[in-house]
């Protein structure tokens, strides 16, 4: 197996790293103490193709693969856990399920303005009385006709209060049965 990087993958390390530590070192500090967001570093990483990195064109993605997306948030992680963070939610968690579950209506709709940094998808799995352990979601979902009844609480939605989120996936259970629980995440 070779564990070498290819060219591209190289280059946009490179590229990465520059950007942490030019653009992203000298804010980190003052955003964190202040629990700020800013909005510029992220429109300024979905101009570098980061938000989207692994998405086809055509959906205004850069076209890349999961080791460039996973090289990408190595790299900001190295200067600043938390514009990691909001990279790595917002293209696992929240343009993922669009992509890999969207109909192509909803594709073309969310994400091409999702690549661009002027718009962010948030994630709701934390409840009140579950945290994070998805196991213990107590938020269900039915479908009513055309459309998902969601009943429950959702709480640190992740890119959520931010002025730029478009939309939530939220995970639901929609059916639980004696031998398990069926989980899904709905748009």
């Not at 570093?41 to 998405?55: N, P, S, V």
């Not at 938390?82 to 994400?111: D, V």
Request: aromatic share 8%; with cysteine.
């Amino acid at each position: 197996m070779d564990f070498n990087l290819n060219e591209e993958h190289v280059q946009l390390r490179s590229m990465v790293r520059e950007f942490a530590e030019k653009k992203i070192k000298p804010l980190a500090q003052e955003l964190d103490e202040k629990e700020s967001f800013s909005y510029e570093l992220t429109r300024q990483m979905g101009e570098l193709g980061l938000l989207g990195i692994y998405l086809p064109e055509q959906y205004g993605g850069a076209g890349m693969d999961y080791l460039a997306y996973i090289i990408a948030v190595e790299e900001i992680a190295r200067i600043d856990g938390s514009q990691a963070a909001t990279l790595a939610a917002h293209n696992s968690l929240g343009i993922g399920p669009i992509y890999n579950y969207g109909t192509e209506e909803q594709k073309m709709r969310y994400l091409p303005q999702l690549c661009t940094g002027n718009a962010l998808w948030s994630f709701g799995l934390t409840e009140p009385e579950a945290g994070s352990d998805s196991r213990a979601s107590k938020t269900t979902a039915r479908l009513d006709g055309d459309e998902w009844m969601i009943n429950g609480s959702k709480i640190f939605i992740t890119n959520g209060s931010v002025d730029i989120n478009i939309g939530t996936t939220v995970q639901a259970v929609t059916h639980e049965s004696a031998e398990k629980r069926v989980y899904h995440h709905h748009c």
